[in-house]
């Protein structure tokens, strides 16, 4: 009898399963059943996310891994972005040891090349009453992307009210972002599964120091730094190589090479 192995996939801030590219059918194809987690506030409209908490995520994707993971002989765990957060935490919560876990562009630090010197005031704004639920963080160029075609893409999505990512989230969303930051920060260390991080080079909202947080702190870490890409690595210049290195970290050939749209 075969084997089972599964994976849990977990999207980013205001976003969704198009956060991952292709990895859901790449997986799929390796043989491996991957399983899509919707975090609460998503999906829907940005100002479903004003209410939301940081536990509420964290509570929804351990809810996920206890229903599956007893279903499998192997479960990973896969997160992007704010995704990796939750997938760290989940990792450290439930002291994962069914599988690998892998994290992708983790913002351990919101440091990267594009956000302002003023970055650090947004703690002094959570303070003052109701105004973190009406200021709007806008997603804007270059969207996370440096492929030109792919970031053109992403535009039109935008203008035409495609729902595959919002446009904007509320402060008060952000303020929960860096509460599970400071519980990553706090608590990675007592995470014992193998754990992949990849980590563009070039990413404009977190820096290399977040990669280097988790591999001087994880006990068993594995990083791979991308040299063509932005933040949203899963469909950026770089994709292949974030796909393969998901593929040989968890144990599988490559995926047959493609023609690269706008590389």
């Known amino acids: 009898m075969t084997d089972r192995t599964g994976a849990l996939l977990i999207h980013g801030?205001?976003?969704?399963?198009?956060?991952?590219g292709p990895l859901h059918k790449v997986l799929q194809r390796a043989g491996v059943?991957?399983?899509a987690v919707t975090l609460p506030g998503h999906g829907t409209q940005p100002e479903d996310l004003v209410s939301v908490r940081a536990e509420d995520w964290l509570d929804t994707?351990?809810?996920s891994y206890r229903e599956l993971a007893p279903q499998y002989d192997t479960f990973h765990v896969l997160g992007m972005c704010m995704g990796s957060l939750l997938a760290l935490a989940l990792c450290e919560r439930v002291q994962h040891s069914k599988g690998k876990l892998v994290t992708l562009a983790p913002p351990i630090f919101i440091d990267g090349w594009s956000?302002?010197?003023?970055?650090?005031?947004?703690?002094?704004?959570?303070?003052?009453?109701?105004?973190?639920?009406?200021?709007k963080v806008e997603e804007d160029e270059p969207f996370g992307?440096?492929?030109?075609?792919?970031?053109?893409?992403?535009k039109a999505k935008f203008a035409r009210g495609d729902n595959f990512h919002y446009r904007w989230v509320p402060l008060a969303c952000v303020r929960q972002v860096d509460r599970l930051r400071r519980q990553v920060q706090a608590n990675a260390h007592k995470i014992t599964c193998p754990t992949l991080v990849v980590h563009a080079r070039e990413d404009e909202l977190t820096s290399l120091k977040s990669?280097?947080?988790?591999r001087g702190t994880l006990t068993d870490v594995r990083v791979?730094?991308?040299?063509?890409?932005y933040h949203m690595i899963c469909v950026d210049n770089d994709r292949e190589q974030v796909i393969n290195s998901v593929l040989e970290f968890f144990g599988y050939p490559p995926a047959p090479a493609r023609r690269m749209r706008g590389a």
């Not at 801030?13 to 991952?20: E, I, K, R, V």
């Not at 956000?115 to 200021?135: C, D, K, N, S």
């Not at 992307?145 to 992403?154: E, G, H, L, Q």
């Open 13 to 20: 801030l205001g976003g969704t399963q198009f956060d991952l």
């Open 211 to 214: 990669a280097e947080f988790l």
């Open 61 to 63: 994707v351990v809810a």
């Open 33 to 35: 059943e991957t399983h």
């Open 115 to 135: 956000t302002p010197w003023y970055r650090g005031l947004r703690h002094l704004v959570y303070w003052i009453p109701g105004l973190p639920a009406r200021m």
């Open 145 to 154: 992307i440096k492929n030109s075609t792919v970031r053109a893409i992403v």
């Open 224 to 229: 791979v730094v991308l040299e063509n890409s």
